[in-house]
Every structure is written in structure tokens, then in C-alpha cells.
């Protein structure tokens, strides 16, 4: 799974997910800082990556658009340090793997991890 790091998330997480074999990239990395979620969301997927990121925009983005790719993972736990934030992005990868390469948004909070297969269909949103 090739990922794309959003501005939220620390670039020291990328550093850290690729020391660990993960194709990783920060958009700080290859974007520019303040690139709108759209062009966010176009890289993604022209590089077939999923976008990790603190935004609630990102899954609204993709809910509304009907687009099937790319996956979207929505961190929605604030405080983690750049370790901590790594290890949970791996615990996910593990978890989600099959959801995550099919397209979906995965919505992740202290209470658990919730998954949303793409396209969401118009009764679904």
C-alpha cells in the first residue's frame, strides 16, 4: 500500500513508515504546503495512493464526488506524536489492507476503526 501523508500528519510519521518498508510520501514532501484537498486528492490518486489526514474534508470530498478511488484513512484521534501516529497508520495498514487497495474511507477514533467501501452511493452519505 503506497501512501500520501496530508499536512496534519508530521513528516517525521513518513520517515518513520518508510524506515519500515512503506511507500510513504508527505505532501509537504512533494506538494506544495498549502495544496487544496481536490489536488490532494487528484495526486492520490494519479500516484494510486491512499491519503492519510487529520481533515474531515478529505472523506466528504470523496462522499460527494462518487468517485471509487482513492482510499482515504481520517485520523480522527488528535495529540498523537509522530511514533505513536506511525504505529497506528501500520495498525490500520494490517487491519484494512483488502479495504484499503478496493477504495474506501476509513474513519479512525479511539473507539475503534470505521470503514466505508467507495463509491458511497447517494442513500449511504
Known amino acids: 500500500?503506497?501512501?500520501?501523508?496530508?499536512?496534519?500528519?508530521?513528516?517525521?510519521?513518513?520517515?518513520?513508515?518508510?524506515?519500515?518498508?512503506?511507500?510513504?510520501?508527505?505532501?509537504?514532501?512533494?506538494?506544495?504546503?498549502?495544496?487544496?484537498?481536490a489536488d490532494i486528492v487528484a495526486m492520490a490518486e494519479e500516484q494510486q495512493r491512499a491519503v492519510v489526514t487529520l481533515d474531515a474534508d478529505f472523506s466528504a470530498l470523496l462522499a460527494l464526488s462518487g468517485a471509487s478511488s482513492p482510499s482515504v484513512v481520517?485520523?480522527?484521534?488528535?495529540?498523537?506524536?509522530h511514533a505513536a501516529m506511525a504505529h497506528l497508520i501500520q495498525r490500520v495498514l494490517t487491519l484494512l489492507g483488502d479495504d484499503l487497495s478496493q477504495g474506501c474511507i476509513a474513519s479512525v477514533s479511539e473507539g475503534g476503526?470505521?470503514?466505508?467501501?467507495?463509491?458511497?452511493?447517494?442513500?449511504?452519505?
Do not use: F, N, Y
Open 74 to 81: 481520517h485520523v480522527r484521534i488528535q495529540g498523537l506524536d
Open 113 to 125: 476503526v470505521r470503514v466505508r467501501r467507495l463509491p458511497v452511493l447517494p442513500g449511504d452519505r
Open 1 to 37: 500500500m503506497k501512501l500520501l501523508l496530508d499536512m496534519g500528519v508530521a513528516r517525521r510519521t513518513a520517515a518513520l513508515l518508510r524506515e519500515s518498508g512503506l511507500d510513504c510520501v508527505h505532501i509537504g514532501e512533494v506538494g506544495q504546503p498549502r495544496m487544496a484537498d
